[in-house]
């Protein structure tokens, strides 16, 4: 039989990052796993969602809809670029001071979906580079290899990305004669790193961004996820119009229902000189991707924000209880079992977010594909390895370590497994 | 203030096409309109949505899954290739005839990103070509536009496509130094035209695939739309693994919920010479495009599915009358107020779709935008012009009628209007 040859993204090793995972995590069931970035969604219930679609139909016969239109609203294709809008700009506006045009948001399949359109549009030629700040979100640089789309990775700090190496890094790529359009980050609980780029960072970003003539994908899935608000978002601060905006109601309602948008209030130009809003191309793109964001879903989504009046904050604000226990609890644990002296001897570090899913730990040895492997077998822990978020190399002595589905029990006894695990490796070495 | 410059694909006509007809549409509200292909679902109502997602529950607790299990079936992120393969292949052994394995579906937002996985899996190098039979869906030419993915395109004939001269173009793009790796088409009451291929036509079609080593990509949303079933699918007779089909639960269930599926049961070797099967590469790209498709959206598939013991027909059988009837309607209507000799002596010809939305119109005239902006404004009724899906020219005499969503009145009156646009049109000429 003949083989048929494939497009070369496929054998990226980006796109194949997980699958080692997935195989370790289904050999050793048994162990506890800090791999997973899967929400924890116990404080649901399946009648939860019938009302939230009611009171979503409700809502529109009570603003004049027929029944047929409800029932449209529901079961037919609608608009491409989403039917609940008006509901997520509403939602913006009070929960993030986020003050834009329902015209400026384009409901998608996830963020995933967002990122893929995003890119799409904006890498006009060749030349275009995206820059993004590692350890970094897969997704985003799966989208790019799928496009054929350059990356350059530039190392975040401790307290997230570094706004002067973006900068050095846009001067750079500009020397070499590539144009850098966009930077993409998570300041927020960052995907893996757990960091929270603070106020003043925020603010310099925007800045340089306009002085260097690129624009910020902000990607904010993590954000509600924490104790108390986070600084403001960079979209809540951005003046010159340099950031598009990437949510996901993954996180804070539900996975499985594929909801997130893109508030994209630019002013862009085609080839043939025609001019628009970012967002209406975008849904452009969409219409030869998905089409449409499932309906249902997005009723789902709608009877939420109307439920708490917008607030997804609100919603959200039990999980994040949660999430922020279970980080705590983390960082007691490793406390307990690496105390200071013993990780200053063992060369063990880690940091301390307050809210998200993900905490990075520095090790003095390769915590490779082979090391989790080990720590899988004999010590019946899994974690994932930092460097599979570096897609330029880098991270080979970082772990990922995500809290978000682990109860506490779990939690106190793999943090005794990773201790015993680490202790090991370290003496191996 | 700066306008950013966008990806060549946006200036592109495809892109776009669609606007001029919405524009038309909104203008002349009163306008009887065989535009859209809008499905109806006057047959589907509100609670008949959470009786399926039930009956999905049911079907998982019956098989030993736990609580937790089932609620994470329905909320949480599932698989990327889809949590009810096993359905959707059964559904394909008892409805056609079709045999392949679970692992050889891959569940997707709609047909529309099944297009767009396999282009990126299969168009591996820039010399690759997609040949098209057309007039052609644009989903798929908007599609290879996105990914840079050159077209070529085939014109059908009465039968729909033709495969003598697929076959020529094959071994012209062959001569000219391209590799035509796959032909799109849609072999049941294609949209737009309508046409079904004969079955010898489809038997010759396997042969010249397997001969010029070429796949197949069958797309078949309107297969079941029909008053008896049409021959059977490429798939079902496909011996040599050439045919990739794309299956949409948008026409037989509801259009709303955004699921559809590819079968890809072909052996692929990757850049590194890693060998697999075609679905599972689908897969890959889609963790990068949605990540999953809605787990609420599967689950009232599969509870369809689980209702009917996997008989889409069956589900289908009264909307599939109902379409039947509505081109029965237009047609005899057409032939009312046109007979034979008057149409002769107009120039104007139609053909017979016994299924599906679509029937295509031949005109005297020149059936374009002004044509159409002229239908709309003096006689009330809007259509859909065939240079639409001629990506690469021609059909300019052309016109698509689509009687998806309309009353038996509306197409009493509607045909009467388009009588008295086509008189009054060549006339004018």
Redesign the interface.
């Known amino acids: ?11 990226d090793p980006v ?2 990052t ?1 699958n080692f995972l997935n195989e370790v995590t289904s050999r050793y069931p048994d162990a506890i796993s800090f791999a997973p970035g ?2 924890y ?1 116990g404080l ?3 009648n939860e ?2 009302d939230r ?1 009611g009171r979503y ?1 409700a809502h529109l016969d009570e603003r004049g809809h027929s029944p047929q239109q409800v ?1 449209d609203a ?5 608009p491409t670029a989403g039917q609940i809008r008006e509901l997520i700009a509403g939602s913006l506006l009070v929960d993030e001071d986020i003050d834009v045009s329902p015209e400026a948001v384009v409901v998608t ?2 963020s ?2 967002a990122m ?1 359109l995003v890119l ?5 030629d060749r030349d275009d580079v995206l820059i993004v700040s590692t350890p970094c979100y897969l ?1 985003i640089v ?2 790019a ?4 789309v350059a990356v350059t990775a530039v190392p975040e700090g401790d307290d997230g990305p570094c706004v002067a190496e973006l900068e050095t890094a846009i001067l750079a790529e500009r020397a070499r004669g590539r144009r850098p359009r966009a930077i993409y980050l998570v300041p927020d609980h960052a995907n893996p790193s757990g960091a929270t780029m603070p106020l003043d960072a925020r603010r310099a970003l925007l800045d340089m961004a306009e002085r260097t ?1 690129v ?1 910020i994908v902000e990607d904010s899935p993590y954000r509600l996820l924490g104790p108390e608000p986070p600084p403001p978002t960079l979209k809540a601060l951005d003046r010159a ?1 340099r950031v598009i905006h990437l949510g996901s109601y ?1 996180k804070t309602l ?5 909801v997130g948008f893109a508030v994209a209030d ?7 000189g ?2 628009g809003l ?1 967002a209406h ?1 975008l849904a ?2 969409k ?11 997005q009723a ?1 989504v709608a009877g939420s924000l109307l439920a708490s009046a917008g607030r997804v904050s609100q919603i959200g604000a039990e999980l994040a209880g949660h999430y922020a226990g279970a980080l705590r609890a983390t960082l007691v644990e490793l406390d307990r079992r690496l105390p200071a002296e013993r990780r200053a001897a063992l060369g063990v570090a880690w940091n301390s977010p307050r809210g998200g899913f993900f905490l990075a730990l520095t090790v003095a040895f390769r915590a490779d594909e082979a090391a989790l492997t080990r720590s899988a077998k004999r010590f019946g822990v899994i974690w994932t390895p930092m460097a599979y978020f570096h897609p330029e190399g880098g991270g080979d002595r970082g772990i990922r370590l995500s809290i978000s589905h682990l109860t506490p029990a779990d939690i106190t006894e793999g943090v005794a497994r990773l201790g015993r695990f680490i202790e090991a490796e370290t003496v191996r070495r």
Not at 74 to 78: E, K, T
Not at 145 to 148: I, M
Not at 266 to 272: A, I, K, L, S, Y
Request: net charge neutral.
């Open positions: 039989v003949k083989k048929e040859e494939l497009h070369a993204s496929l054998s796109l194949d997980m899967r929400p969604h649901s219930n399946v969602m019938s679609i139909l029932r529901l079961y037919q294709y609608g399949v996830g995933q979906e893929l799409r549009a904006l890498m006009a997704g799966g989208a290899r799928l496009l054929d003539d624009l119009c993954s539900l996975p499985g229902i594929r630019q002013e862009v130009v085609d080839g043939t025609r001019t970012l191309e452009k793109i219409s030869m991707v998905t089409v449409n964001t499932s309906s249902l879903s789902v």
